[in-house]
């Protein structure tokens, strides 16, 4: 190589290293099973084609059905649960809190449907009905978003009818979720964002044990025009254990009948 004043010289093996890898660390995206990414493999980085493997966020997430006792999570069917959901969103309270145009009235559900579909076929998102076990009705949607399996992580968002609160649902669903993105996804961190107004939502949150850091100012607005705030909440793979035992006794409790 020729350094300054002309003169040449051999770069060391250190520079050379560096010279080698300065391109992107991630090639194009390819779907892999978990664990999703080679971060923490022992495995060394090299300098060849492939340094980084990451799935595509639109197959990162492809289950279509998750089962529990208390609830059923489906991939969401915009003929097949049309109807279920607008009986589920017909409760104008479900919306305050939402930056979703209200879906409490038929045509307002099928734009929120819409929406729901437009974002997963973009891949941004993967939603489902939440259908409880009892009498098998659709009682709200909880989806898959934020999906980052470059850093394996993303989020969760829930909208439940308030018949399908306080019956042990949400803490299923969160334990069938939670557990597909820690146990099967390899997921480090799982977050959680609410309106720093919805208390309701926030206990459900400090019950779970998802830890609080903090709230994002003038966050975003409402379809109604009201700038949110947005509480953030997140767990860590460290933290799923213990997590995931408590849900579990939770659940265990109210289908014993206790509270």
């Known amino acids: 190589m020729i350094g300054r004043y002309g003169k040449r010289y051999q770069p060391?093996?250190?520079?050379?290293?560096?010279?080698?890898?300065?391109?992107?660390?991630?090639?194009?995206?390819?779907?892999?099973?978990?664990p999703c990414v080679t971060l923490g493999s022992t495995m060394p980085l090299?300098?060849?084609?492939?340094?980084?493997?990451?799935?595509?966020?639109?197959?990162?997430?492809?289950?279509?059905?998750?089962?529990?006792?208390?609830?059923?999570?489906?991939?969401l069917d915009p003929q097949q649960h049309r109807d279920g959901l607008i009986d589920a969103g017909s409760d104008p309270s479900i919306w305050t809190y939402l930056?979703?145009?209200?879906?409490?009235?038929?045509?307002?559900?099928d734009v929120h449907i819409a929406e729901l579909i437009s974002r997963r076929d973009a891949g941004t998102e993967v939603p489902y009905i939440i259908r409880r076990t009892k009498d098998n009705r659709i009682v709200g949607v909880t989806r898959f978003i934020d999906l980052?399996?470059?850093?394996?992580?993303?989020?969760?968002?829930?909208?439940?009818?308030?018949?399908?609160?306080?019956?042990?649902?949400?803490?299923?669903?969160k334990l069938l979720m939670l557990s597909h993105a820690f146990d099967d996804l390899d997921c480090l961190r799982v977050q959680i964002?609410?309106?720093?107004?919805?208390?309701?939502?926030?206990?459900?949150?400090?019950?779970?044990?998802?830890?609080?850091?903090?709230?994002?100012?003038?966050h975003l607005i409402t379809s109604a025009g009201r700038v949110r705030d947005s509480a953030i909440y997140s767990i860590i793979a460290t933290e799923w254990p213990l997590i995931c035992a408590q849900l579990q006794a939770r659940i265990a409790r109210k289908q014993g009948g206790s509270a």
Not at 46 to 73: A, H, K, N, Q, Y
Request: one cysteine or more; glycine letters at 8%.
């Open 12 to 34: 060391s093996a250190h520079l050379h290293r560096r010279m080698c890898c300065a391109g992107p660390l991630a090639q194009p995206p390819v779907k892999r099973s978990a």
């Open 46 to 75: 090299t300098c060849s084609s492939t340094i980084l493997e990451f799935p595509m966020r639109s197959t990162w997430i492809t289950r279509p059905r998750f089962d529990g006792t208390l609830v059923t999570l489906e991939a």
């Open 99 to 109: 930056r979703f145009p209200p879906g409490d009235t038929p045509a307002g559900m």
């Open 148 to 173: 980052r399996p470059e850093h394996r992580g993303l989020e969760l968002a829930t909208w439940l009818h308030p018949t399908g609160q306080g019956q042990g649902i949400n803490p299923e669903l």
């Open 193 to 218: 964002k609410t309106d720093a107004t919805n208390t309701i939502s926030r206990r459900s949150l400090a019950a779970l044990g998802a830890v609080y850091e903090g709230t994002l100012r003038n």
